[in-house]
């Protein structure tokens, strides 16, 4: 599964700071104000957060890898419009250099 950006960048806020700092923030107030359930909100949101960041760890692999495949692919096409470059220049300079060598003759 791979994100656009923008839909990544917001997961990423989501799992690396949002989930940590509710669960956190709801604990400590339930201990102040007698809420129900702080160590279990804590709890949910460190598993949500764990989840959602293996998630996109995972999607970041497969962004990676197909990114790395695409400009493989890309390289290997410069290197081959290079080659024919050059065995087109080599092509040149023989006929050029073979021209040069009937006019010497002439002579």
């Known amino acids: 599964m791979i994100f656009s950006n923008k839909t ?5 806020w989501i799992a ?3 989930l940590d700092a509710i669960g956190i923030c709801y604990q400590a107030l339930s201990g102040i104000w007698g809420l129900p359930y702080g160590d279990a909100v804590l709890q949910t949101c460190a598993a949500l957060s764990v989840c959602l960041g293996t998630l996109l760890g995972v999607s970041n692999a497969q962004y990676n890898r197909e990114q790395a495949e695409q400009h493989q692919g890309a390289y290997a096409e410069m290197v081959k419009q290079n ?19 009937e006019d010497e003759g002439e002579e």
């Open 16 to 18: 690396l700071v949002f």
């Open 8 to 12: 990544y960048d917001v997961l990423k």
């Open 83 to 101: 080659n024919e470059m050059r065995d087109e220049l080599v092509a040149n300079l023989e006929k050029t250099y073979e021209q040069f060598g």
